[in-house]
């Protein structure tokens, strides 16, 4: 009889190379040759053709993955480096460029990341089903939109809207004219309700809201710190970038201690090593920029840029002040420092300590929703809101604070404009103008050709 052979596999259970394996097993039992005999004589058993085929799938697979996650790795790396210094650039071209180009930048980048956020809520198969869903989105952000920077418009530039006799009735009625907005889209989205999909509508509304609050509110207040001064805007951003940098840094040199779960890769010594960094960058920055007034003084022409300048009396934070230190130390001396100094290791703590949770919190939605990252807006970087997650709270912190502590309020040609139309009859107008126009002859500012002509031309009414 024939000698049964071993392995054997039917083409319906196994592939081809499994039954050419199986085949070279069979022919190397049934006709194994005998071992060849080495110099010395002794028998050298030569390696059968099934483990030679087997050597070979064993090598080349573990190489395959391994060059091809490489490559990936560098072409993304590369990728992720060249956006780096074309945004980089971008935004120094933008700053020095003037107050406009960055107020543009914040408000694409609000537009962008209000999109990836709500982006990743949609259900794109009950959308279907659901007329304007989206449309209502953008209608409440437009609206929204629409009464912040009218706030600010109205805010920075009431000299200029109150006296032009198209804008002043959009001026005073600005913010019924919001709520009109609001509540045309409130009594849309109510009337689009449909049976079977409450449930969806009513989390598209809520999350469309939280949405406007986390996003488009607090990149608003950004814009007015670009407003108040380009120091503002720039500082606590580089704040928050630097610390960004400092904390990768410091973790992978002597971090141990894990920091929050929401982020494995943050280590506690990593945290507050990029704190102390940050502190320390942020002083020799300030000192920096406090002594140009194209960054500390306040926006009066949106057509200025770094060439043009800006003109203004510093804040006083920017000025030194006199510091007795007998009263805090044995030491009987008076030395001058500029408050900015000591503001800036508020910010530079907050930027350290509390705007990370932003990207903590970030995180965590992107965790919730299974997601790497919020979007491809950036190549090699994922979306705008992934890269600004902690900038939003560091703005709006600066901003309150800056209102809170640092900025002098006093009385500007918009605020008296806007009191004698909003408090005075048109006769009382016309007292306040014969007023002025006595005084500023008086004190040679004007001709008394003009005053007569004033003075006539009142007298026709």
């Known amino acids: 009889m024939s000698k049964s052979r071993r392995n054997v596999r039917f083409p319906h259970r196994s592939n081809g190379v499994e039954r050419r394996l199986s085949m070279s097993s069979d022919v190397s039992d049934g006709a194994s040759e005998p071992n060849s005999p080495s110099k010395n004589g002794a028998n050298v058993k030569q390696p059968t053709i099934h483990e030679e085929v087997r050597k070979l799938i064993t090598e080349k697979k573990p190489q395959e993955p391994t060059l091809s996650e490489y490559e990936k790795k560098k072409q993304t790396f590369i990728t992720r480096t060249i956006w780096t210094f074309v945004m980089i650039a971008g935004f120094f071209i933008a700053m020095f460029s003037g107050h406009i180009y960055i107020i543009g930048i914040v408000t694409a980048v609000q537009i962008v990341s209000f999109k990836e956020v709500i982006a990743i809520s949609n259900a794109p198969s009950k959308e279907k089903n659901i007329r304007f869903t989206k449309s209502l989105n953008w209608y409440w952000l437009a609206s929204t939109m629409y009464f912040l920077y009218g706030e600010s418009v109205i805010y920075y530039f009431k000299h200029v809207l109150l006296v032009d006799k198209v804008l002043l009735p959009l001026a005073t009625h600005h913010r019924f004219i919001s709520f009109t907005l609001y509540v045309m889209g409130f009594v849309f989205f109510v009337g689009s309700l449909q049976k079977g999909h409450y449930r969806f509508q009513f989390t598209q509304f809520a999350w469309t809201h939280m949405a406007l609050y986390l996003i488009v509110v607090q990149a608003h207040f950004v814009m007015n710190n670009v407003l108040e001064g380009m120091i503002w805007f720039f500082l606590p951003a580089s704040l928050v970038i630097t610390n960004d940098i400092f904390a990768y840094v410091c973790g992978i040199t002597f971090g141990r201690t894990q920091l929050i779960k929401l982020s494995p890769k943050k280590t506690v010594e990593g945290f507050i090593g990029a704190w102390l960094c940050t502190i320390i960058f942020g002083y020799f920055m300030t000192n920096i920029l406090m002594r140009y007034k194209y960054f500390i003084c306040p926006v009066n022409d949106l057509g200025s840029n770094v060439l043009t300048g800006l003109e203004c009396t510093p804040n006083p934070a920017f000025l030194p002040q006199p510091y007795d230190l007998s009263k805090w130390t044995p030491f009987d001396k008076t030395i001058y420092v ?62 309150m604070y800056y209102h809170s502590f640092i900025a002098v309020y006093k009385a500007s040609v918009g605020d008296l404009i806007e009191t004698a139309i909003n408090g005075l009859t048109v006769e009382e107008q016309l007292d306040v103008v014969r007023g002025l126009g006595k005084y500023l002859y008086n004190q040679g500012a004007v001709a008394d050709k003009m005053l007569d002509c004033l003075d006539s031309e009142m007298m026709r009414r």
Request: aromatic share 20%; charged share 15%; proline share 5%.
């Open 338 to 399: 500029e408050p900015i100094q000591f503001h800036i290791l508020v910010f530079a703590s907050f930027a350290s300590l509390i705007a990370p949770f932003g990207g903590f919190f970030a995180s965590g939605l992107k965790r919730t929703f299974k997601i790497k990252d919020f979007g491809e807006s950036i190549p090699g970087h994922g979306g705008i809101t992934d890269r600004m997650d902690c900038q939003f709270i560091m703005g709006f912190f600066a901003f």
